[in-house]
């Protein structure tokens, strides 16, 4: 189903969200393969791209992974653009996140913190548009303690964001119980701009269908991607997990990779198999790539 998502032509309407510590540039490149739509780089704090030039160079995409957004956070509206003046250069969309529950992002008052205070969200969103070249993306949840999807909406569509991905849980829900779609159909009715849903999507049929039924313009995949690149692919895939694993192998070795980061990438390829346990415990004891690929040598399928 392609499209132009902020003036950038998207081959699918299903997109992968950025998740820290999963969403790897290996990752990206696999699930765009498999048909995502748009990815992100995942979201880095405004002050570590301001002041250390390594997060910087690995904010750079491959070409293999255009067109794609890079996810920021921040708490200071100085800090915030001069991180997206930094890297505007790199991609076609910037996206701030509103909506990480993670309580070391809470404690910076970063991220879901600042459904605690719609209008300093609100002004954030503005300071940024107002200066970028690139399109500003918002990426939140329906509320903090409860949903209040009506005010989020509001402040964020007067902060003059092109897009806004609205993840159907509360920050105190994290990621218990069930997303509220109801909610996210609420908020498209309210939206001015392309509304995303995010929350309990497992697969691109699914997420089709959401869109189809007017609950959101487009969706976003997390954790029904993660170790299940084929959950984009719009059409019956035959894939083995360790056809899966060996290209995921193959795409780290060619892009680079963080050894922890790669293990627990791995782990979630492996869940639901015979002999996971054995493979799980083998990789969280692996200490370099040719031990990783030993542990994988027990994979049945």
Not at 7 to 16: D, R
Not at 34 to 45: Q, R, V
Not at 208 to 223: A, F, H, P, S, T
Not at 239 to 251: A, G, N, V, Y
């Amino acid at each position: 189903m392609k499209s132009k998502f902020c003036g950038i032509p998207v081959e699918s309407k299903v997109f992968l969200s950025p998740m820290v510590g999963f969403t790897s540039r290996a990752s990206r490149i696999q699930c765009k393969q498999y048909g995502a739509g748009f990815t992100y780089i995942p979201m880095e704090h405004s002050e570590a791209v301001n002041f250390n030039e390594e997060i910087l160079k690995k904010l750079k995409p491959v070409k293999e992974e255009l067109p794609c957004g890079i996810q920021l956070t921040g708490a200071d509206e100085k800090s915030l653009i001069k991180a997206v003046e930094k890297v505007e250069k790199l991609v076609p969309l910037i996206d701030l996140n509103f909506g990480c529950p993670s309580k070391k992002i809470l404690s910076s008052k970063c991220g879901a913190w600042h459904l605690k205070d719609l209008k300093k969200m609100k002004e954030l969103i503005s300071a940024v548009a107002s200066v970028s070249n690139k399109p500003v993306t918002v990426k939140t949840r329906i509320g903090f303690d409860a949903p209040q999807t009506e005010k989020i909406m509001k402040a964020i569509d007067t902060g003059a964001a092109s897009a806004i991905t609205l993840h159907g849980r509360t920050v105190k829900q994290g990621y218990s119980g069930k997303a509220d779609w109801n909610e996210i159909k609420k908020a498209k009715k309210l939206s001015c701009v392309p509304l995303i849903g995010n929350g309990d999507i497992e697969n691109a049929e699914q997420g089709n269908k959401l869109i189809e039924q007017k609950y959101c313009d487009y969706v976003m995949i997390g954790r029904g991607a993660l170790g299940n690149p084929i959950c984009f692919s719009e059409i019956p895939m035959n894939k083995s997990k360790s056809e899966l694993i060996k290209e995921f192998i193959k795409l780290n070795e060619i892009h680079g990779f963080d050894e922890s980061e790669l293990k627990t990438q791995l782990i979630q390829f492996i869940k639901g198999i015979r002999g996971a346990s054995i493979i799980r415990k083998q990789l969280s004891e692996a200490k370099t790539i040719i031990e990783i690929n030993n542990a994988l040598k027990e994979l049945k399928e």
